[in-house]
C-alpha cells in the first residue's frame, strides 16, 4: 500500500513542477518572429504562471509574456474574460496565436484612406477569426476590424451595405474606393420595355455586391433580365442550373444583354401554311431553350417543311446535319423563306 501511495506522490509532484515550469512567447512586436509567434518558448520564473498576449500603443504594438511579470493592474485586466484586449491562457506555448492586424482609419480623419491606406495595426481585441473590412457610408470611407465593431454589426459589418468588404489576412482591407463602389452591374428590365427585347435598355446596380445576371423565358413567352438574387430561391436554382436553358445566368458587367432570338414555328400537321414565306408575326415566337450561337432553321424532309431554333432540339444538335435542304440562320424570324427556296438552297449545297 505505502508502494502506491509513493508513486501517486510522485505523480503528485511531477504535475506540480510542470505546471509551476511553464513556458510562455516573451516578446514584442520589435523582437523578429515576436508577431508570427514563432520565437522559441521561455520558462516563467514564477510558479502557477500563464500565459498573456496584448497589444500596446494604441495597436502598433504586440506584447506577449507571463502573465505574473505585469503589474497587479494589468494582470487584473487580462484575467477578466470579457475583455479582449489581453488574452491569458495556461498552457505551455499557448500565447502564440496570431493577432490579427488591419488598415485602420476613416477618411474623414485621413484623406489616404480612401485610396492608399497606410494606417495598419493590430485590431483591439482579439478573435482567433477575425477578419479586415473596408466599407463607403455616405461620402465616407471606414477601415478596420470585424473584432472592434459594436456587437450588433460583429456577425457581418457588410449586412446591408453593398459597398462593403471583409477579408481573411494582415491589412487584407486596403482595396481603394473605387473597388468599393464596384458593384454587379446588370440590363434589368421587362418585356414591356421595348428596349427590352434586344438587350439595349441601360443596366445599373443589383442589390447584392456580388451577383449574377439572368435573362429567362416565362411561361408566357415572356423576356426578362435583371439580378438572379433579386428572384425567389427555386427561380434561383433554375437560373444557375446550366442543365436548365429556359434561363442563362451569367458573371461580368452587363453580360445578360444578349439577344434571344425568336423564329417561326410550325410543322405540315400544326400549321398546312408552312410550306409557304411565313409573314404571319404570330407564329415567330421566343425559342424555349437559350443558347448564345443559336439559330432559326428551315429544313424539307420527305416533302414535308418544318421550321423552329436549333436549341430546342437539344445541345449541340444541328438541325441540318445529313440534310441539304435545309437552312439556318441567326436573327430573328429568318428562318420564313419558302419551300421553294429552301430547295434552291439545298441545291446550291450540291
Aim: some cysteine; charged content about 25%; overall charge negative.
Amino acid at each position: 500500500m505505502w508502494i502506491k501511495n509513493y508513486i501517486f506522490l510522485i505523480l503528485v509532484g511531477a504535475a506540480a513542477l510542470v505546471k509551476a515550469q511553464i513556458s510562455c512567447l516573451q516578446c514584442s512586436t520589435d523582437d523578429p518572429g515576436c508577431d508570427e509567434g514563432t520565437l522559441a518558448l521561455t520558462s516563467c520564473s514564477t510558479p502557477d504562471d500563464s500565459c498573456y498576449s496584448l497589444t500596446l500603443s494604441g495597436g502598433f504594438i504586440l506584447e506577449r509574456g507571463c502573465l505574473a511579470a505585469l503589474s497587479p493592474e494589468e494582470q487584473t485586466k487580462c484575467s477578466d474574460l470579457t475583455d479582449r484586449t489581453c488574452t491569458v491562457c495556461s498552457e505551455s506555448g499557448c500565447n502564440r496565436a496570431r493577432w490579427h492586424k488591419c488598415h485602420q482609419c476613416s477618411k474623414s480623419s485621413n484623406s489616404m484612406c480612401a485610396f492608399h491606406p497606410n494606417r495598419v495595426a493590430f485590431c483591439r481585441n482579439f478573435t482567433e477569426d477575425d477578419r479586415c473590412y473596408a466599407k463607403i457610408v455616405g461620402d465616407e470611407v471606414i477601415r478596420g476590424c470585424q473584432s472592434d465593431l459594436d456587437l450588433s454589426e460583429n456577425q457581418n459589418p457588410c449586412d446591408g451595405n453593398k459597398y462593403c468588404l471583409t477579408c481573411e489576412g494582415d491589412s487584407c482591407n486596403g482595396a481603394d474606393q473605387d473597388v468599393l463602389k464596384t458593384v454587379t452591374r446588370c440590363v434589368q428590365c421587362k418585356e414591356g420595355d421595348f428596349r427590352c427585347v434586344d438587350g439595349t435598355t441601360t443596366n445599373s446596380e443589383c442589390d447584392e455586391r456580388e451577383d449574377r445576371c439572368y435573362i429567362k423565358m416565362w411561361r408566357e413567352g415572356e423576356l426578362d433580365r435583371g439580378c438572379v438574387k433579386k428572384l425567389n430561391q427555386e427561380e434561383q436554382a433554375k437560373c444557375n442550373d446550366e442543365s436548365d436553358r429556359s434561363c442563362y445566368s451569367c458573371f461580368g458587367r452587363q453580360c445578360n444583354s444578349h439577344r434571344w432570338l425568336r423564329c417561326y414555328h410550325c410543322t405540315p400537321g400544326q400549321n398546312e401554311t408552312c410550306a409557304e414565306e411565313q409573314t404571319d408575326v404570330a407564329l415567330s415566337y421566343y425559342c424555349g431553350s437559350f443558347n448564345l450561337g443559336n439559330r432559326c432553321y428551315s429544313k424539307l424532309v420527305d416533302f414535308e417543311v418544318t421550321r423552329g431554333c436549333a436549341s430546342d432540339l437539344g445541345v449541340n444538335i444541328d438541325p441540318c446535319e445529313g440534310v441539304d435542304t435545309c437552312v439556318t440562320c441567326s436573327s430573328d424570324g429568318c428562318n420564313s423563306i419558302s419551300e421553294a427556296y429552301i430547295k434552291y438552297a439545298g441545291h446550291a449545297k450540291r
